[in-house]
């Protein structure tokens, strides 16, 4: 029975000879548990093709979706987070960093970049959940404020997509003062009558609801996401009241007049493109 039993130690199968399936074929929705093929999902722009659950990407996937072929070019790709405050939790922060870019492949929670979506010319910054919870640090918000000022410079409008736990803790004070920042540059692009169009995606809380991620012409968001402020639990125990079902979802948000319109992933482009060209 050799044949099944390894009885020559050492033997090693060199890797392209391995007949394994290739690794991420499938994907399994994590809401329906029900699988689909990865191109099929893709496809799909990253919706469940059984019950429309939009899976939380990042800005390649939304530059992918949005931008003309999928081309553009990114603005200010090599910003870097310093460490003002010489914060230390569980490591020192620029260890926290440099592990986090290694995972990620990301420099930090936000990409600018420009092109055309539809044949309009576009600026967007799309935070990146995978960077440390996508917290707004001094890069986020650096970032904004430089895309929103090429946006300004260029007269063209400009699209923020906000994906983030809230301010990032390991730069504090700094955190906060983008919101400061940001707010004032998109106040300039208000002035000059450039549209601003905010989307906030499954989670947008803390710090960035507080500032540029309600700030648009246009607050938009993704079907079902989590839009808060405060995490519910804290809300529940300040107010000692029972939440009301279905809070801080996008249709409750909705409901309630903070949103203009929900708009299914598959039809953001499109839908984009003829807001813009209304206001143009
Ligand atoms: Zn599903």
Redesign the pocket.
Known sequence: MSWFKRTVKGIQTPTEMKREAPDGLWYQ??????AMHTREHKNNAYT??????HEKIGSEAYFTILFDEGKFTELDANLRSGDPLHFVDTKPYPDRIRSTEKKSGLKDAARSAYGKMSDINIVITCMDFGFIGGSMGSVVGEKIARAIEYALKNKVPFLMISRSGGARMMEAGFSLMQMAKTSARLAQLAEAGIPYVSLLTDPTTGGVTASYAMLGDFNISEPQALIGFAGPRVIKETIGKELPKGFQTAEFILEHGFLDFIVDRKDLKDKLASLLKMLA
């Open positions: 929705c994590p809401n329906c548990k029900k469940c093709i059984h019950c429309n659950y």
